[in-house]
């Protein structure tokens, strides 16, 4: 037997269904402690959320690939891995770029320098030998203005990518010399035909003036 | 909330879900999974490629043999040469599995007619293997008579209990082959010859012929005792009167044994 039902009875119970899982529950008055670490984290939270809105989809679709079948979204798994290991950093230099997803593999050397133009960085990708029947579909990156993450989220999200060795990327419209997390990761094609991404590696540098 | 208990329709109050606080142990057992699949995650290109080609038409997945790794679990590695390696947490697995056998330091496990088995070195020898060494401390002079038995004294060591100090032979029980060692010096020439006797007998020569004369005598011999057991001391030819040195560097005998069972002798 089966059913279905959303919503609260009384203050006792509080039925509900997320992402095709139903629940029921007791009713829990909501606690809203209001300290500091509490007001800080909603702000990273906030933080997060407003860089997941602005992310380009070469960023958004390595999330949702790691997310397709699972009970969570790739916004939740953006949120949730960053907040991890950024919640207490006042920079952006521990950024998860690309969570992985279906065993691809990382570059062997990941560079972001100065780019020659104003607003520009360079991003270099040094690619590993593939495992047999593998082929790098393309090296993708984005680059963000490094902030402090506790806070409205400042600046530009800027991704590109590149489908032909040697994987060389150029970012632009990072504003005149501004210092800058990059983080990269690399998109592969599997023998069956299925896509995997690789986590990221991180560069840090400053745009062009 | 309703449902049935033992076939009762019961209606009670919603259970309040209190999840069990964990331990501090599982804790640190799912933080580090966590930490095992991050770092699996984020190892190097190569270290991936390597996983995944291993766990290639298997139900493994790379994620698995890299967990099976760090925590020490994974069978083995093999380098390019073919060279394997085992973690450690396998070798302490495979110890503990022996200790089966035996948990004796210094066993040896040999394969008995059910089972293997564990054995002492003294065991896998012939069950009695052990050693002596007595040498002069008093009087002893060689005569002018032939073949003479040496009159030991002093007792170094004997864990076995093999020295007769009322006729100063070494009484041997088991039976197999011995090492017996010995030297006797004196202060001048006219020694002749050295050997060994059996049961109140000269039986071997171990240095020069009893022609020879102004040679320091000693040397080594194996000799077999049987299953009537043997008395063993060393013996002296003289060709005069002849005061022996003392001491454990000048006038000794040694004796180890048995070195091979009767049954490979």
């Given amino acids: 037997m089966s059913f279905g039902a959303s919503g609260q009875i009384g203050k006792g119970i509080v039925m509900g269904n997320w992402r095709g899982v139903k629940y029921a529950r007791s009713y829990v008055k909501p606690a809203n402690p209001q300290t500091n670490a509490q007001q800080a984290n909603r702000a990273l939270f906030a933080f997060m959320r407003e860089m997941w809105k602005l992310a380009p989809s070469i960023v958004a679709d390595a999330w949702n690939a790691f997310a397709a079948g699972r009970p969570f979204t790739g916004m939740n798994k953006w949120v949730g891995e960053n907040v991890r290991v950024i919640g207490s950093a006042t920079d952006l230099q521990d950024l998860i770029g690309s969570p992985g997803a279906r065993g691809g593999l990382p570059p062997s050397a990941f560079a972001a320098v100065t780019g020659g133009g104003s607003g520009e960085i360079n991003v270099t990708f040094t690619a590993p030998t593939p495992p047999a029947g593998w082929t790098i579909a393309k090296a993708q990156c984005f680059a963000v203005h490094d902030q402090d993450p506790h806070g409205i989220f400042d600046g530009v999200f800027i991704a590109n990518e590149d489908s032909t060795s040697p994987y060389a990327i150029t970012l632009t419209g990072l504003g005149s010399a501004k210092p800058c997390v990059v983080c990269g990761w690399l998109k592969w094609t599997k023998p069956d035909g299925s896509l995997a991404y690789s986590v990221s590696l991180l560069d840090t540098a400053t745009s062009g003036a | ?265």
């Avoid at chain 2, 984020?42 to 298997?58: E, F, G, V």
């Avoid at chain 2, 070195?121 to 002893?140: E, I, K, P, S, W």
């Fill in chain 2, 1 to 265: 909330m309703q449902d049935v208990s033992q076939g009762q329709l019961r209606v009670r109050i919603w259970p309040r879900h209190k999840k069990r606080r964990r331990t501090i142990a599982e804790k640190n057992r799912e933080q580090w999974f966590t930490d095992a699949q991050f770092l699996s995650k984020n190892a190097s290109p190569d270290t991936q490629k390597w996983a995944l080609t291993t766990t290639a038409d298997t139900p493994l997945l790379p994620r698995d043999i890299m967990t099976m790794w760090f925590a020490g679990r994974l069978f083995s590695l093999q380098n390019q040469t073919g060279k394997r390696y085992y973690p450690m947490a396998f070798l302490k697995d495979v110890s503990e599995s022996l200790d089966v056998f035996s948990q004796t330091e210094g066993d040896t496990l040999i394969r008995g007619s059910q089972y293997w088995e564990g054995k002492s070195f003294q065991d896998l020898v012939y069950g009695d293997l052990g050693f002596a060494r007595v040498h002069l401390t008093g009087y002893f002079a060689v005569q002018n008579t032939g073949w003479q038995q040496m009159k030991y004294d002093t007792v170094q060591d004997d864990p076995k209990g093999w020295w007769n100090s009322t006729d100063r032979t070494f009484d041997l029980t088991t039976p197999g082959l011995y090492l017996l060692n010995a030297r006797v010096r004196t202060g001048s020439a006219s020694m002749k010859a050295f050997g060994w006797g059996s049961n109140s007998a000269v039986f071997q020569a171990i240095s020069a012929d009893t022609g020879a004369a102004n040679i320091a005598l000693g040397g080594m011999v194996f000799l077999y005792v049987g299953a009537g057991g043997l008395k063993v001391s060393p013996w002296v030819y003289g060709s005069a009167t002849r005061t022996c040195s003392t001491g454990t560097f000048d006038t000794y005998c040694q004796l180890f044994g048995p070195v091979l069972p009767e049954e490979y002798v």
